[in-house]
Every structure is written in structure tokens, then in C-alpha cells.
């Protein structure tokens, strides 16, 4: 039997493979898309971070108002001298008569129920952060809508109060949040 002889090439090769360049070329591909995709997933992480941080920003920032509210809508009595960073009220809480100052210290939105009922002694009272990262100095307003009142007066039905806080992580801004709370028992 005779051997056929194949025709020979100088650019058909009968090595099987890559040569150099096609796996640089392939590696650069691979380079660039990894890089895009990762790119990507940075974006995404970054940006459900954030919006974590504003979800709990404002779930914090409802607990506080709701506290505040909760309590200032039975209060029985506001002390004169509460400004628009303090409010000093007696209140009822479950039926039974507290005192309690709620106060902006530093960033912090503060209650301090006292041990002193009556409103000419000091409170007394250990002060319990509600919120934390406040960027409102000046939350309570005593005469709702106008709020220019610096003090509570005698013919107030109503308190307004705004707080701002601002998240921990990544933060794109503030968030707040105002209600008017109507004082039943005044």
C-alpha cells in the first residue's frame, strides 16, 4: 500500500493550541469583563448599604417620634420654662402621672423620666438616648402652625416637632420627620 503524502504549508500547522498572542488577546478579555462586572457589584453593594442606613435612620427616628408622641398627647401640664430644645411636662403614662423632659444634647434626642414630680425641684432622672445622629437643634414649637413662640404659652393646643437625623453609613442626606401633637388633657 502506498503512503499518500499530504501537501505541505508553511502557514497550515499540524500543532494543536493557543499560540501567545490568542491568550493574551483571551486574558484581556477576560481582564476587562471581570473588572466590569465587579465594578457592578461594588455599585449595588454600596448602594443597598445606603439604603440600609436610611431604612434604619428612619425606623429609629419613628420609635423617638412615636415616644414623644405617645406621651407629650397626655401630658397634663407643660412647665414655662421649656424652650425650643427642652420640653418639661407632667404626663400620664399608663394612667399614672410622671414627669419627663425630653431634650437635644449634642446630636443626641434625650427623655429623662425624674424622680421629682412636682416641677420646682430638679428631676433627678437618668436620661435614656431615644435617637442618636440628630441634626435638629431646635425640634418643639409651641404655637403651631406660625412656630415663632420660643417658650410654651398658656393658649397652646398643639406642639409640633421636627427632627432630622442623618444615617450612620454613607450618608446622602438627612431625614425628617414633623407631626402636631394635640394636648388632650391641657
Known amino acids: 500500500m502506498k503512503r499518500v503524502r499530504r501537501p505541505t504549508c508553511r502557514w497550515v500547522r499540524e500543532d494543536s493550541g493557543f499560540t501567545l498572542v490568542e491568550m493574551m488577546i483571551a486574558s484581556a478579555l477576560f481582564a476587562v469583563i471581570l473588572f466590569a462586572a465587579l465594578a457592578m457589584l461594588d455599585t449595588g453593594t454600596k ?34 420654662t421649656s424652650t425650643r430644645s427642652s420640653i418639661d411636662i407632667q404626663t400620664l403614662v399608663g394612667g399614672v402621672a410622671q414627669r419627663e423632659i425630653f431634650d437635644i444634647s449634642g446630636s443626641s434626642f434625650r427623655r429623662t423620666i425624674c424622680v421629682n414630680f412636682a416641677f420646682t425641684s430638679s428631676c433627678g432622672g437618668t436620661a435614656a438616648e431615644l435617637t442618636d ?26 406642639i409640633r416637632i421636627t427632627l432630622a437625623r442623618t444615617p450612620e453609613v454613607l450618608s446622602t442626606g438627612s431625614i425628617t420627620l414633623a407631626t402636631d401633637i394635640d394636648l388632650r388633657n391641657l
Open 47 to 80: 448602594t443597598e448599604r445606603a439604603q440600609q442606613a436610611r431604612r434604619d435612620a428612619l425606623i429609629t427616628l419613628r420609635e423617638a417620634m412615636t415616644r414623644f408622641t405617645k406621651d407629650t398627647r397626655q401630658a397634663t401640664a407643660v412647665k414655662s
Open 133 to 158: 445622629h440628630v441634626t435638629t437643634t431646635t425640634p418643639f414649637c409651641y404655637d403651631a402652625p406660625d412656630c415663632v413662640a420660643s417658650a410654651p404659652t398658656t393658649q397652646m393646643a398643639s
